[in-house]
């Protein structure tokens, strides 16, 4: 192993703790009761963590969190059945692409990517719209970084009678979600972001009615949620090879959440990462593309520099040499570029991502962040 990874300013996968990583260095019987244990103990944790008790119930899924929202969605969502979804980024529009592939109707709310879900529009959208069944949300689009407003939504999705999915999986874990407060029929998310896990597992939290009604609505028949959930409850198994090194990573990674305060001293830790490294790109001259209030302290996106002499791809190896990996691409319309401030990092590695970023900046010769 190499002495020191870079540290990973990305939105996942990220820099996991030493105990995490060495957690992987067994192996386990995916049939055997040990593993077993592991992936129920895991499972309860993440149901507590969404405030939720014999409501709603784990369902994991191999693969990447792209995975466990389609299959949520083909779960739960019948074909030919309607859904609306909020888009302001990526992530929302890959919820509505689902949709369209698997033959089910979409109605799609959009804002621009630096304002939040419009809760006034959702409203009238329900109220005109009689076929709507579900609301698709994205908690935090991390597209931008930006936080949609969560309780409000949730609100009136319960007020119009329809039922509401949470693509959550740059939050959870860190923003608050209470299923008793809340209503939602699916929670989706992953392994590799807020949990501090590594890449490779997603999982939803489904209210168990929503399930228990879904039997024959997914065509597809590794992405069955019911199926896998019906072959978990019977014998605690998943249906498939599971990825055995992930789950007990996520195990791993769990222990060190609880030791940290949970999701509070999460979000706490974050919160810090996030100031400083606004405070400190703004000391250079960066400005960030979300205003204050609506920024999630996950992602910052910062708008390109004016100054005609930075070059981002020389921005990034100089970073990178420096000993931080950050996002190496664009997901907004806008010409920016994204910093993480989450994984096992802390106010010492932001203070030094941005010594690196002005020690980078002083080598390319540009002498201001400023758009
Ligand atoms: C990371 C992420 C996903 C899943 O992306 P994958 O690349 O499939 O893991 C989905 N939604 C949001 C909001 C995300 O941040």
């Given at each position: 192993m190499k002495a020191k990874d870079p540290y990973l300013l990305t939105p996942g996968p990220l820099t996991t703790a030493a105990e995490t990583k060495a957690a992987m260095l067994h192996d386990w019987g995916s049939r055997d009761e040990d593993f077993i244990g592991t992936n129920a103990r895991v499972g309860m944790k993440l149901v507590h963590i969404a405030g939720a008790t014999t409501s709603h119930v784990y369902v994991p899924l191999q693969g990447s969190g792209t995975f466990i929202i389609e299959a949520t969605l083909t779960t739960l969502i019948p074909r030919g059945a309607k859904a609306l979804v909020l888009v302001n980024g990526a992530y929302g529009r890959r919820m509505a692409s689902i949709l369209e592939r698997t033959g089910r109707a979409c109605a799609v709310l959009e804002t621009q990517e630096d304002q939040p879900n419009d809760t006034a529009a959702l409203d009238a959208a329900l109220a005109a719209d009689e076929a709507v069944g579900h609301v698709l949300c994205v908690h935090c689009e991390t597209t931008s970084g930006i936080l949609n407003p969560l309780e409000d939504i949730a609100a009136i999705v319960a007020k119009r009678g329809r039922r509401l999915l949470i693509d959550?999986?740059?939050?959870?874990?860190?923003l608050p979600i209470n299923a008793r407060t809340l209503p939602f029929d699916a929670l989706m998310a992953s392994?590799?972001?807020?949990?501090?896990g590594v890449p490779g597992m997603g999982f939803s939290i489904i209210s168990r009615e929503a399930l228990e009604a879904?039997?024959?609505?997914?065509?597809s028949l590794s992405l069955d949620l019911f199926d896998q959930w019906k072959a978990m409850e019977a014998?605690?198994?998943?249906?498939?090879?599971?990825?055995t090194h992930v789950v007990a990573a996520l195990d791993a990674a769990l222990t060190l959440f609880d030791a940290e305060g949970g999701r509070e001293g999460r979000l706490m830790r974050y919160r810090e990462n996030c100031a400083i490294l606004i405070e400190g790109m703004r000391g250079l001259g960066f400005e960030p593309l979300l205003a204050d209030a609506v920024q999630a302290p996950i992602i910052i996106t910062f708008h390109m520099p004016?100054?005609?002499?930075?070059n981002f791809k020389a921005f990034y190896y100089g970073l990178k040499e420096r000993g931080f990996v950050i996002?190496?691409?664009?997901?907004?319309?806008?010409p920016s570029f994204r910093m993480g401030c989450i994984g096992a990092l802390g106010s010492d590695e932001m203070r030094s991502a941005v010594a690196a970023v002005k020690g980078v900046m002083a080598d390319l010769g540009v002498a201001s962040g400023a758009p």
């Open positions: 959550a999986m740059s939050a959870f874990g860190a392994s590799n972001k807020c949990l501090e879904a039997e024959g609505n997914a065509e014998n605690g198994q998943w249906r498939f090879t599971p990825p004016g100054d005609k002499t930075f996002y190496p691409g664009k997901l907004t319309k806008a």
